[in-house]
């Protein structure tokens, strides 16, 4: 029985940070960067790779902050670590895919006062041990990083029938989807479509 | 006259066709702590408002600075989130010295409005063109007022859209989203856009 407890625990971590706190389908965070940047496949991979290295690398640096520090100046030094971790990433963007990251647009540098590290840290991760901390903040981002993808692939396949180079067989095309008002619609759809998921499996256990 | 004309121009801008939540989304998260609460949307408004013109006021000195630096992209959101910080801590200790029971009153949400997209966002489109100091403020009061405008619509309906009218599936976060979506819409064709289906 006492085996079980660690993994349990550690299945109640993947599965509420990819799916039932998800940071943007359930919990309402991190929103801007999905609704403006993944408008496509590509730039949603360029805003991936961005947030996962500014939030994850933050987030593991500020949770060396002392915690009896006062909480007006530990709130500003989450954010000045951000900024100055967003410097290696930024070099790294502009070094290796530099088109792909241009897409971001001021969205790149903004990911710095994302939600996850201005106060999820705060009331959840570092309440937590060390690794327990990691293995949260991975599939937080994760669970970030997935919908953005879907959301990237949804908008680019129904506003221009395309993937990338590829064109794929769809006479009906809504460009509309690509639009700020596009991205809220679609995100509030899978919103609700995890939401069918979750009563579904609540209501079968 | 020109300038004050101009200054109103660019708030308005701020306001209608560059909405900071309903043409780039900035804030969004934000505006769905702020719209929880009838009594405290405001004053959290206020707050974006206030760290946005002090801030991109102060910015509009960094940005005269470091402009023609070529690296600037990379240290300018340090130089921003310090300009933050600093008014920021100012701020607070300026209202928990001189009107305490008032600290207490934003205590709860000052952090998160100081440090948020919005703000920030505001102090780097203002960098994105040549303007001047009373045009970096104006289109920061713009973008702060902005905010109110989207909290305040998203407030007014927060209750219907948590309601049992709405189906399980969509009540609360999904519907809101569209809601907010459906706003963005009509600020679109606000600005003159057109949809294409």
Not at chain 1, 126 to 155: H, P, Q, S, T
Not at chain 2, 44 to 60: D, E, Q, R
Not at chain 2, 89 to 118: D, E, G, M, Q, R
Request: glycine share 6%.
């Amino acid at each position: 029985m006492e085996n079980n407890k660690p993994s349990k625990k550690f299945d109640k971590t993947i599965f509420d940070g990819l799916f039932m706190k998800n940071t943007v389908l359930a919990s309402g965070l991190v929103v801007a960067p999905i609704i403006v940047s993944a408008t496509t496949v590509q730039s949603a991979f360029a805003l991936v790779i961005a947030f996962s290295l500014i939030t994850f690398l933050t987030v593991l640096i500020s949770s060396f902050v002392p915690r009896d520090m006062v909480y007006a100046v530990r709130i500003i030094l989450y954010t000045v670590i951000a900024a100055m971790v967003y410097v290696p990433v930024a070099v790294f963007a502009d070094s290796f895919m530099e088109q792909q990251f241009s897409s971001l647009g001021i969205m790149f540098p903004l990911l710095i006062t994302n939600s996850l590290i201005i106060t999820r840290s705060e009331i959840h991760f570092f309440k937590l041990d060390k690794l327990r901390m990691l293995a949260e903040v991975f599939f937080y981002v994760l669970g970030f990083d997935v919908v953005a993808i879907i959301v990237g692939f949804v908008r680019e396949i129904f506003a221009t029938g395309a993937i990338g180079d590829k064109i794929i067989g769809i006479h009906f095309t809504l460009p509309f989807l690509s639009t700020t008002f596009g991205g809220f619609i679609v995100v509030g759809i899978l919103a609700a479509l995890l939401k069918k998921i979750k009563l579904i499996i609540r209501s079968n256990s | 006259m020109d300038v004050i004309i101009n200054a109103v121009l660019i708030s308005l801008t701020a306001i209608l066709i560059e909405n900071t939540v309903f043409s780039k989304a900035l804030g969004t998260s934000t505006l769905f702590l702020a719209a929880r609460s009838k009594k405290q949307f405001f004053s959290f408004g206020l707050c974006i408002t206030y760290f946005s013109v002090v801030s991109s006021a102060l910015s509009y000195f960094a940005d005269y600075f470091f402009k023609d630096n070529e690296y600037s992209y990379l240290f300018m959101p340090l130089i921003y989130v310090l300009i933050i910080g600093a008014v920021y801590t100012i701020t607070l200790l300026v209202i928990w010295k001189l009107a305490y029971p008032f600290f207490l009153s934003i205590k709860k949400f000052i952090h998160v409005s100081a440090f948020n997209c919005a703000v920030l966002g505001a102090l780097f489109t203002n960098a994105l063109t040549e303007k001047s100091l009373i045009e970096y403020v104006a289109y920061a009061l713009g973008t702060g007022l902005g905010f109110i405008i989207a909290a305040f619509l998203v407030t007014a309906v927060y209750e219907r859209l948590y309601s049992e009218d709405i189906s399980p599936s969509f009540r609360g976060l999904p519907i809101t989203y569209i809601y907010v979506g459906i706003l963005a819409m009509a600020f679109y064709g606000l600005s003159g856009g057109t949809i294409v289906i």
